[in-house]
Structures are given as structure tokens and as C-alpha cells.
């Protein structure tokens, strides 16, 4: 705009390394350094786990305003009065949120509604599955440390109960409403009624835990109401290539890694997703076992379906019947 018409060199050290712009809300995370927070909270939504993003370690959600970072940004701009940094819209920062809420949100944060609820005088309403966004605390001093402050799309301003709302970040890229299958078998008594999972069962997600947060996501199975599920014990039902847990598969390739081996045309079985975050092309593998390969990331287009091998086969063998079929009804009307 006409206010930086004047070339205004933007210091390095005040600039996040994630937007690659002026700080507008510093904050450190656990690891130490310095992010601008909704970029930071949107990284977070497209990884895997809660890590810092420099440092590339996990961390804690919780953040904390870094106010040295603020007091230099506030120099810079009183140094320069008419100066609108790139990427704001005006120059005033925005306001620091500190303020450890209840469910231990963040101001920012993006979740998803767990309930449905009408305000009548205004006509206003959230429906479950709705995403919305942490504003703050509550704006009504009895729901003060029970509630927090959210918006959604059709109400600007609820104050929700942590127990009605989710992450719409959780671990593994998870989201509420996913299908997953367990990976293990699991048993426990509930009110005197004792439920359990079973390996294979197909369940969904519901929800973040109120626990070991970084590493459990909160699931419903047929047998079980709800269970804080390992990340480690459970894998997504849908996976790539349209593959599923327990398909069975054959191999296009050959392949060794030490003492295991795998040779093409192997027969044999889906058994999760790929969850090494180091694969860049995770989202095109599948998990696989074979008879002489106990676990190994296969790439989609070095498997395929036994049964889509058996349709082949008979479908030549059925032609190849057709053509000698039509060939004798030749060579018999010839010889007539």
C-alpha cells in the first residue's frame, strides 16, 4: 500500500520461519523457539504429530507468548511510524493470549463440535461435526473456568463446555468421524458390564483424550462405548489405493533387506497404514506382510489384488474358450 511505498527492509530475526513474515503473536513452544501463532497451530493441523517445526522434535500444544519478541516488533514499528509490515492488514499486533484455558485449549485452535444446539431468540445454531475456533475464556464470569469462548459458522459466539468440543488437530492426522481398525485385543469391565475389542474390529474416532494427548485418540467400537486407542494399535480403515486391513495382496516385485525376502508373485496380506513419517510418499504405501517379509511399506503400484489376478486369469481363459470355440464353428462350416 501507499504506506510502504518507501523500501523497508524487514529484519531477519523478526521474521517467523514458517509464514516468513513480521510477528504479529510470538510464541515459544516447549522446544524454545519462536513461531508466529496461527501459522504454527495450522502446521500442526497438517502434521502427523505435535512437533516444533524447526527442531522437527515433539512438543507440547501448550505455547507461550514471547514478549521480548513483542517489545522488538513494537521498536521496529514505532521506528518506522509509517510502515505496514507484509502480510498484515494494519499495523496493530494482535493480543497476546496466555491464559491457559479449560481442556487445556489454546486460543486459535481449531475444533469440531460433538453436539448440536439452537439459540432460539436469535435462530442461531452449531450441529455436530460443525468446526470452529477457540476465541478465548468464556464471556460470562459463571462459565469462567468451565467453558471456553468458540465461533462457528452459524454462531459467532458460544461458550462450550471441553466436553462438547474436540480437536480438529489429533495425532496420526486422525479426525473425528474416521473409520479405523484395532490392531489389538483389549477387555475391560465398565459399570459392572464388561466390554472389549477385538483385533479387526472396525471402530471410529471421537474424539482427543483427556490424557496422554499426544499419543491416544478416543474411539468407538461395537463392543466397547469409547477407549483411548495407542496410535500404535490402531490404522486407518481406508488406506491408499483403496486397500483395507487383511486384503490379500500379491507382490509385483523383488525385494531383500537383510536375513527377509520378498519375490514377485508372494501372496500376501494388508495389515495397516504406513505411519514412518520419514516416507515421503507414505500416502502412496501400505503396510504388507509376507510370508518371508514379517512388515514392509509397499509402494500401490507394487501390489495387487489376488482376486483382481484371478479376474484376469479367467477372463483370458474365457476368451481363449470363446476364440476356439468360434474358430472350430469355422473350420466346421469350411469343411461343409
Excluded at 527377509?260 to 502412496?284: S, W, Y
Amino acid at each position: 500500500g501507499l504506506a510502504n511505498t518507501q523500501a523497508t527492509v524487514e529484519p531477519e530475526h523478526l521474521l517467523c520461519p514458517v509464514s516468513m513474515c513480521m510477528y504479529r503473536d510470538p510464541v515459544f513452544t516447549s522446544a524454545g523457539n519462536t513461531y508466529e501463532r496461527e501459522p504454527l497451530l495450522q502446521f500442526w493441523e497438517s502434521s502427523d504429530i505435535i512437533k516444533d517445526p524447526q527442531a522437527n522434535i515433539p512438543c507440547s500444544r501448550m505455547v507461550i507468548t514471547n514478549w521480548d519478541k513483542r517489545r522488538e516488533v513494537e521498536r521496529f514499528l514505532e521506528q518506522h511510524p509509517n510502515y505496514i509490515p507484509e502480510g498484515w492488514p494494519t499495523r496493530t499486533m494482535k493480543v497476546a493470549a496466555d491464559k491457559k484455558l479449560p481442556g487445556d485449549y489454546i486460543v486459535g485452535e481449531v475444533v469440531v463440535s460433538l453436539m448440536d444446539w439452537n439459540e432460539d431468540e436469535t435462530g442461531m445454531s452449531i450441529r455436530n461435526g460443525d468446526i470452529g475456533t477457540i476465541l478465548g475464556e468464556a464471556d460470562n464470569e459463571q462459565c469462567r473456568g468451565s467453558r471456553v469462548l468458540c465461533q462457528f459458522p452459524n454462531m459467532p459466539k458460544c461458550n462450550m463446555l471441553p466436553s462438547t468440543i474436540t480437536r480438529r488437530i489429533l495425532p496420526g492426522r486422525y479426525f473425528v468421524g474416521q473409520a479405523v481398525v484395532s490392531l489389538i485385543d483389549f477387555s475391560t469391565v465398565v459399570s459392572g458390564s464388561a466390554q472389549s475389542v477385538s483385533k479387526g474390529d472396525v471402530g471410529t474416532i471421537i474424539g482427543d483424550t483427556d490424557a496422554e494427548r499426544d499419543s491416544r485418540v478416543k474411539c468407538k467400537f461395537p463392543n466397547m462405548d469409547q477407549v483411548n486407542m495407542r496410535l500404535v494399535d490402531i490404522t486407518r480403515r481406508n488406506l491408499p489405493g483403496g486397500y483395507v486391513v487383511g486384503e490379500v495382496i500379491k507382490s509385483l516385485i523383488d525385494f531383500s533387506a537383510g536375513d527377509h525376502t520378498l519375490a514377485q508373485g508372494d501372496v500376501g496380506t494388508i495389515i495397516g497404514e504406513v505411519k514412518d513419517a520419514a516416507l515421503n510418499d507414505r500416502d502412496f504405501r501400505v503396510n504388507c506382510e509376507f510370508p518371508h517379509m514379517p512388515s514392509i511399506n509397499m509402494r500401490t503400484v507394487d501390489i495387487t489384488r489376488v482376486k483382481e489376478e484371478l479376474g484376469r486369469s479367467s477372463l483370458l481363459i474365457s476368451l481363449g474358450i470363446l476364440f476356439a470355440t468360434l474358430a472350430s464353428a469355422a473350420l466346421v462350416r469350411k469343411w461343409k
